[in-house]
């Protein structure tokens, strides 16, 4: 998603655009262990990028923060089928790229075994560890971030303000990641509690304004904590490189259906916001205070225990959360031909467990955690 001039409002078919990045772990296919080949893995993406037809579609995997891990996401796109075929193209790429390297790709969260994470060699990713130091060191993690494209900031403020409630239940949905170095944490998005360790992540206050917004990222610099505004790292915010708000609370989901179910629900949630701006309807003034402890839930129990539900801020069976949700978005499911999807798409995650859940089941019987990243290795590529 890196050609902003591809990111293209489409009013005269009512959809916007909308993308996906997803970061994949590098791992030994026979033991389990992370790989620092995202360099060579990269190399050969981009090589056989070069070598083939130019077509729409996913860009090669670039690297990221650490050597064990890729990014790949996709273009722009309109349709739940496109975006859809884009993701699988652009696992199985990167995988077919990571197999020339000797080693395979897995959509986990947090990496299950003990290791420790090598730095991409870059300038500005040393300036991070220089900054953040061990915090850095212990953070190693995969999410998953959609882009959903806007027609203006201030309707991306207006966007913000209004989906805040509704972001812990889609942490929930996309939570893989209950062990992580070895141990079952007991959470089912670990990750999310990394994540909660950088000065600069979790959920926003009301802004109001464009003004407001962006006074809170000139303060935010000022400090001094951040190394650059890259670092807004709020579970949403407006992206600096492209027209889109963009949703950063998921983890990368183990199976690419569950990444098109978020995508989904992302998209519908912006367009349901934007129009409640555009109404003039007043967001939710729940305090971040109580978002973190509705992301919290989520985060340990996924869709195995209680959410707290945005309609009264008190816990209720997950189940009964991501209902609500569908209903607060329906209108904008309808519009997009996604209601089907969505509504089967959830029904799923509710009897089949979420990514974490599937790992347990996994490591069920196993006393080291190396079929759990097997079973991810298969389930990380569509067939």
């Known amino acids: 998603m890196r050609n902003q001039q591809r990111w293209i409002y489409h009013r005269g078919e009512g959809l916007r655009t909308f993308g996906v990045e997803e970061e994949l772990l590098l791992v030994d296919p026979q033991t389990g262990l992370p790989q620092p080949l995202a360099g060579t893995v990269t190399e050969i993406a981009a090589w056989h990028a070069d070598a083939g037809?130019?077509?729409?579609?996913?860009?090669?995997?670039?690297?990221e923060l650490?050597?064990?891990?890729?990014?790949?996401?996709?273009?722009?796109?309109?349709?739940?089928?496109?975006?859809?075929?884009?993701?699988?193209?652009?696992?199985?790429?990167?995988?077919?790229?990571?197999?020339?390297a000797g080693v395979a790709v897995a959509a986990l969260a947090t990496a299950p075994v003990d290791f420790g994470p090598l730095l991409t060699p870059d300038d500005r990713y040393r300036r991070i560890h220089d900054r953040y130091a061990h915090l850095v060191d212990e953070e190693f993690a995969c999410a998953c971030h959609v882009h959903v494209h806007l027609s203006s900031p201030e309707e991306g403020v207006g966007v913000l303000d209004r989906?805040?409630?509704?972001?812990?239940?889609?942490?929930?949905?996309?939570?893989?990641?209950p062990y992580c170095q070895g141990v079952d944490t007991g959470y089912a998005s670990w990750r999310?509690?990394?994540?909660?360790?950088?000065?600069?992540?979790?959920?926003?206050?009301?802004?109001?304004?464009?003004?407001?917004?962006?006074?809170?990222t000139r303060e935010m610099l000022a400090s001094d904590v951040l190394i650059d505004d890259h670092m807004v790292y709020f579970d949403a915010r407006l992206s600096r490189r492209?027209?889109?708000?963009?949703?950063?609370?998921?983890?990368?989901?183990?199976?690419?259906?569950?990444?098109?179910?978020?995508?989904?629900?992302?998209?519908?949630?912006?367009?349901t916001a934007a129009r409640e701006w555009r109404q003039g309807r007043l967001p939710?003034?729940?305090?971040?205070?109580?978002?973190?402890l509705a992301a919290w839930r989520a985060s340990r129990y996924g869709l195995g225990g209680e959410l707290l539900d945005p309609r009264s801020w008190r816990p209720a069976p997950a189940g009964e959360v991501l209902r609500a949700?569908?209903?607060?978005?329906?209108?904008?499911?309808?519009?997009a031909g996604d209601r089907e999807r969505a509504e089967a798409g959830v029904e799923r995650l509710l009897a089949r467990g979420t990514g974490a859940d599937l790992q347990r089941a996994a490591h069920a019987g196993d006393?080291?955690?190396?079929?759990?990243?097997?079973?991810?290795?298969?389930r990380t590529t569509p067939a």
């Open 66 to 100: 650490y050597s064990e891990q890729l990014e790949i996401g996709t273009a722009p796109c309109t349709t739940t089928s496109q975006l859809a075929d884009q993701l699988r193209r652009a696992r199985l790429a990167a995988a077919a790229a990571a197999g020339e």
């Open 325 to 335: 949700l569908l209903d607060h978005v329906r209108p904008a499911l309808e519009d």
């Open 163 to 177: 989906i805040r409630p509704w972001l812990a239940p889609l942490l929930a949905l996309s939570a893989n990641s």
């Open 284 to 292: 939710d003034p729940v305090s971040t205070v109580v978002l973190r």
């Open 53 to 63: 037809p130019r077509t729409e579609g996913p860009e090669p995997a670039k690297p």
């Open 367 to 378: 006393p080291s955690l190396t079929s759990v990243i097997v079973e991810a290795v298969r």
């Open 242 to 271: 492209y027209p889109t708000v963009e949703i950063r609370v998921g983890d990368v989901c183990l199976d690419v259906e569950d990444t098109v179910v978020l995508a989904v629900l992302s998209r519908a949630l912006v367009e």
């Open 192 to 216: 999310h509690q990394l994540w909660q360790r950088w000065p600069m992540s979790g959920p926003s206050e009301l802004y109001g304004d464009v003004e407001a917004y962006e006074r809170t």
